[in-house]
């Protein structure tokens, strides 16, 4: 069974998929395209950051970050090679969706990438309500981000 936990981005398994995730943001979009987070800047206060694992076998993982008290930005949404097209995302998606509701966000946005590797986030994304739209919270037109957004 999937377990959704906060986590303090200290496990090495957890700092490998985000190690993964930022290698794959830098060969895929161009330096000043990419706006993955590290680690470090993942444990800001503004920032949760959740780990999910199965029999202690890390598989994804998901932040959310307050922009304001009304408006999050979904951050850091990365599953595992094993872990694809096995439902992971969506349900780190769902965990996230219900927290923010918990919080009482009116609005939850997200940056991805415009290229072929990140069809299947967008389609996810889509699949669960976001529209795309423009640029948010010092974000600025490029022709390799997609902006999206939730309103809840």
Sequence with gaps: ?????????????????LDDHLKDMYATSPLESVHALDPQELKHESISFWS???EDEVLGCVALKELDREHAEL???RTSEAAR????????????LHVAKERN????SLETGSM??????????????????????GYTLDP???????EL
């Design 116 to 137: 072929a590797f990140f069809i299947p986030a967008r389609k996810l994304y889509e699949k669960n309500g976001f529209t795309y739209c423009g640029p948010f919270s």
């Design 144 to 150: 390799n981000s997609v902006f999206m957004a939730l």
């Design 85 to 96: 097209n096995k439902g992971i995302a969506s349900q780190l998606l769902s965990h996230v």
């Design 75 to 77: 951050k850091s949404m």
């Design 105 to 108: 966000y009116k609005k939850l």
């Design 52 to 54: 999910a694992a199965e």
């Design 1 to 17: 069974m999937l377990k959704i936990n906060l986590d303090n981005l200290e496990s090495g398994a957890v700092l490998q998929l």
